[in-house]
């Protein structure tokens, strides 16, 4: 059998120490260029490949990243998952993915998680638990939520980052834009009722309204979901039909409109203003042409990172990152006069 090539054979070759090696197959390790030169070049006429496995059981550190996620019908979630990959390779972390239960906490795949030895953990669209913050914080793996908060309160609130874009405020600037171009029945479509990104779009909608002299008149719960959308939006529109509806994702939004054009022959937007939240590609199609809130999601995927690095480090206590959102005006809304 052919013996493969040790890292202090590498280092014979180049005449550096095996450290050096070592450090030069290490993602942020402090190595000069000329070494590391010599240490490729080495390795290359040896056919030397790291173990990582090795090296793991060496530093204690897997290098890999739990990705928990539960929703990827939402357009939204794929670029997410695109975004964190990219990154967390980048810095030689290797990303494990995990799907949770949509309606329930992902316990059921945090045992599993725990035994690959993972750093650090993201959950997005994701549920997070006291089970799995209590069983995280035993071994010492960091839980950073992505555009999620912990409405559990407790151990499950203060124990975990997280890094959001301001659903509360996106939602009060869906409000003054709706009062703004003179819509007055205003009614909202929610995604999951214990999801913080919903409660707080809500929120925000409600209480912006209220301060301009106006209430959510008509409420129905889509669960994020495209096909229960557009059941929960027919039913809305035979009870109290509103004439401006905010919906708390786009792929629900989406969902509206292709049943209050094609199978209500409602106008939008004169006759109804739809709004959604995300911005994910599709809202800006030529039959769709959405009115939206757009997520930033470059800097809430830096700020997770920054989190993750942060508690894996275990150098600050875990905190919250609020990222800025901004209103995108498209076809869906009346324009202003």
């Known amino acids: ?59 204690r550190r897997s290098r890999i990243v ?44 945090l045992a599993e998680i ?32 992505f555009n999620r908060i912990s409405i559990l309160g407790g151990l499950a609130r203060h124990a975990s980052s997280s890094a959001t874009s301001d659903n509360y405020g996106g939602g009060r ?16 479509l929610a995604g999951l009722e214990d999801s913080s990104t919903s409660i707080e779009r809500e929120r925000g909608y409600r209480e912006g309204l209220r301060e301009l002299g106006h209430e959510v008149r008509c409420r129905a719960v889509g669960h994020y979901s495209f096909d229960l959308a557009q059941e929960a939006l027919r039913a809305m529109f035979a009870a109290d039909a509103p004439d401006a509806l905010f919906v708390a994702n786009d792929h629900m939004a989406i969902a509206a409109l292709d049943v209050l054009r094609l199978e209500l022959g409602v106008r939008v937007p004169q006759d109804v203003a739809v709004v959604g939240f995300d911005d994910v590609p599709q809202a800006a199609w030529g039959a769709y042409q959405l009115t939206t809130v757009r997520q930033h999601l470059e800097p809430m995927v830096d700020a997770t990172l920054t ?31």
């Not at 600037?173 to 909202?188: D, I, P, S, T």
């Not at 942060?310 to 006069?337: K, N």
């Open 1 to 59: 059998m052919k013996v493969s090539p040790r890292a202090q054979d590498v280092a014979d070759l180049a005449k550096v120490s095996q450290s050096a090696v070592s450090r030069t197959f290490t993602p942020g390790a402090s190595v000069s260029e000329e070494t590391r030169k010599k240490v490729l070049a080495a390795a290359q006429k040896l056919g030397y490949r790291p173990n990582a496995l090795a090296r793991s059981l060496i530093t």
């Open 66 to 109: 739990a990705l928990v996620m539960s929703y990827l019908e939402n357009q939204f979630y794929p670029l997410v998952i695109e975004k964190l990959s990219q990154k967390l390779q980048k810095e030689g972390y290797h990303v494990l993915m995990f799907i949770a239960e949509v309606d329930e906490a992902a316990d059921g795949v």
């Open 114 to 145: 725990l035994q690959y030895q993972v750093d650090g953990i993201i959950m997005a669209s994701a549920m997070l638990s006291p089970n799995i913050v209590r069983s995280c914080a035993d071994v010492g793996v960091p839980v950073v939520q």
């Open 173 to 188: 600037a869906v409000a003054r834009l709706v009062v703004e171009r003179g819509y007055r029945r205003f009614g909202y």
């Open 307 to 337: 989190l993750l690095r942060e508690q894996m480090r275990g150098e600050l206590q875990p905190r919250d990152i609020v990222v800025p959102c901004t209103l995108v005006e498209r076809a869906t809304v009346r324009a202003a006069s």
